[in-house]
Nanobody, 120 residues
């Protein structure tokens, strides 16, 4: 299973970006999908996660500014980021709980990360 993230880049404070992450490979079903980020010198932190049914949870620092969504038919998760701040800068990683077969337990996968840089 591979998670391919895209959509990162350089944006000015107050701007917007939309990240996408598509899962591919041997996939039977995907439960939770989400985004985490890691700034230089800091630990990886939760940005947002979403259940298969669409229930979302956000990190405190992004509530009201970011929106997570997913397309179950395309095994893809999105992150719409508005009102970006310099402190949102970091590498954004997508994450998914994937079942590769009906008889195999769910495993957790990480994408390679995409850089988001917000200039002041």
């Amino acid at each position: 299973v591979q998670l391919q993230a895209s959509g990162g880049g350089l944006v000015q404070a107050g701007g917007s970006l939309r990240l996408s992450c598509a899962a591919s490979g041997k996939i039977y079903s995907i439960n939770g999908m989400g985004w985490y980020r890691q700034a230089p010198g800091k630990q990886r932190e939760l940005v947002a996660v979403i259940t298969r049914g669409g229930s979302a949870t956000y990190g405190d620092s992004v509530k009201g500014r970011f929106t997570i969504s997913r397309d179950n038919a395309k095994n893809t998760v999105f992150l719409q980021m508005n009102s970006l701040k310099p402190e949102d800068t970091g590498v954004y990683f997508c994450n998914a709980d994937v079942r590769t077969s009906w008889s195999i337990a769910i495993e957790n996968y990480w994408g390679q990360g995409t850089q988001v840089t917000v200039s002041s």
